[in-house]
């Protein structure tokens, strides 16, 4: 095991973090979750399940008055909302972050979700101008060539218009590049939420571009890259390489898990570039221009680039490389006792499908191979699940991820070792949670 940073001693956490305690105590009944999970596996562990039963558990013995009076009637909430008991599992900002909510990030609670699917409500948000609602009667997409040559026939699409079109469900993840970039230089925040929550994941629906650009006459041969540029006041613009359209991978997506996307999410019309990390899937999408190069807008050429070891940046990067982290236990959760759990995470690469996911309890000394939930989808969240006797002692878990190319997660030792430390954007090191003996989990780094 390699040397080991550990959250706070070398940079405190900024006071409005939730403290230990609240997220045990809330955070979607994860408490109870983890009492739960130990117990049924404590059955199949032959754990002595019969000494609650024997005692006589009041809440099984005695019927509550729900069980025997006639419930609320259908429709109540017209639209459904999550159980009472589950208020606390919220998108979260760091104050102080930023120095204004409308050029702000919201972190997605990822140590309360489950499966894959980001529930829409819990979407991780970014905004580098405030979000807006827009009336998608007067949204418009615009699709037009740098030069007449490149694209013969420019056009102007309403909603209406693009939702006749011959459409698209996928699954992919959704990553903002700077996920994770708080801890490039060191341990600085002690929950999952606010180390990988700039993730999400969802259904989306729409129109393939490359159907779009070829309904604009578009001439693939001297036409190599895309402009996409969104309504808002930020001005949001990103080059796309026309490969990736051509892919048949880009689509603009008007839906998300089922319905239509959220304001916040670029409601009516966001790009959806997966495997790309987040600022380019531009949202309130309202203009595409083909051209021949790269067009060197301020969100490529001077921001999301990376500062190297030989003081030169990196540009144009563009693709999350593989990475995952383990969502439960993690930072701010308690272990409740000595015994069985699942160890349960999320993996993912921006290229493709995930192959492996290898967990250690050793702090990266010994490895054992996680049970991957399938389907697994190219460019989407992969659910990994594995099991673990807790015998009581300090632990540190980690997982490493292995994509379909054979690329493998780097240690934080080996992403340093190529990137340095003064990056903000694409840190993709393996995430480690160190375990007491009184079962308290919380953010650490081993290099
Ligand atoms: N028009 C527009 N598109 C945008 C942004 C923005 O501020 N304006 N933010 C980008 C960034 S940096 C990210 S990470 C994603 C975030 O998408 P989300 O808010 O749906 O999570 O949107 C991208 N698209
Ligand atoms: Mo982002």
């Known amino acids: 095991m390699g040397d080991i940073k550990q959250a706070g001693r070398l940079r405190p956490a900024p006071e409005n973090f939730l403290s230990a305690e609240q997220i045990t105590a809330v955070g979607s009944g994860r408490r109870d979750f983890l009492r739960k999970s130990f117990l049924a596996a404590g059955a199949a562990l032959a754990a002595p399940l019969a000494a609650r039963a024997a005692d006589g558990d009041p809440d099984i013995l005695n019927l509550p008055p729900w069980a025997t009076s006639l419930g609320l009637p259908v429709a109540t909430n017209p639209y459904g909302m999550p159980s009472k008991y589950e208020s606390q599992l919220l998108r979260r900002e760091s104050p102080g972050l930023t120095r204004v909510g409308g050029a702000s990030v919201s972190f997605a609670p990822l140590q309360g979700l489950f499966g894959i699917i980001t529930p829409s409500g819990l979407h991780f948000e970014r905004h580098h101008q405030g979000w807006h609602d827009v009336d998608p009667a007067k949204h418009r997409l615009m699709i037009n060539g740098s030069d007449p040559a490149f694209l013969k026939k420019p056009k102007v699409y309403t909603m209406d218009e693009l939702m006749r079109l011959p459409s698209v469900s996928r699954i992919h993840f959704i990553e903002c590049g700077a996920n994770t970039g708080l801890e490039w230089g060191n341990v600085a925040v002690p929950t999952v939420q606010y180390t990988h929550g700039?993730?999400?994941?969802?259904?989306?629906?729409?129109?393939?571009?490359?159907?779009?650009?070829?309904?604009?006459?578009?001439?693939?041969?001297?036409?190599?890259?895309?402009?996409?540029?969104?309504?808002?006041?930020?001005?949001?613009?990103?080059?796309?390489?026309?490969?990736?359209?051509?892919?048949?991978?880009?689509?603009?997506?008007?839906?998300?898990?089922?319905?239509?996307?959220?304001?916040e999410n670029g409601y009516p019309l966001r790009l959806v570039v997966p495997g790309v990390q987040g600022v380019s899937w531009v949202k309130w999408l309202r203009r595409i221009e083909v051209g021949d190069q790269p067009y060197a807008t301020k969100d490529e050429a001077i921001h999301y680039i990376d500062l190297q070891p030989s003081g030169l940046h990196r540009q144009y990067t563009s693709i999350q490389e593989c990475k995952s982290v383990i969502t439960t236990p993690s930072g701010g959760q308690t272990l409740l006792s000595p015994g069985f759990f699942n160890v349960s995470g999320l993996a993912w690469s921006g290229r493709g499908r995930i192959k492996q996911v290898d967990v250690s309890f050793d702090g990266g000394i010994n490895w054992k191979t996680a049970r991957l939930e399938g389907p697994i989808q190219n460019k989407a969240l992969t659910r990994f699940n594995v099991d673990w006797v807790w015998d009581g002692k300090p632990a540190i878990l980690q997982s490493r991820a292995i994509d379909e190319t054979g690329y493998v997660q780097p240690t934080y030792?080996?992403?340093?070792?190529?990137?340095?430390?003064?990056?903000?954007?694409?840190?993709?090191?393996i995430q480690s949670w160190k375990i007491v003996e009184g079962g308290e989990v919380s953010n650490v780094q081993v290099l």
């Open 198 to 263: 700039m993730l999400s994941c969802s259904e989306f629906t729409g129109v393939p571009l490359k159907l779009l650009l070829e309904d604009c006459g578009v001439d693939y041969k001297k036409a190599r890259y895309v402009l996409a540029e969104g309504g808002d006041g930020s001005a949001m613009t990103r080059t796309i390489p026309m490969e990736m359209v051509e892919s048949g991978e880009v689509f603009v997506a008007y839906g998300q898990n089922g319905e239509m996307l959220r304001p």
């Open 413 to 429: 030792g080996q992403l340093r070792k190529v990137r340095g430390t003064k990056s903000i954007y694409h840190n993709n090191a």
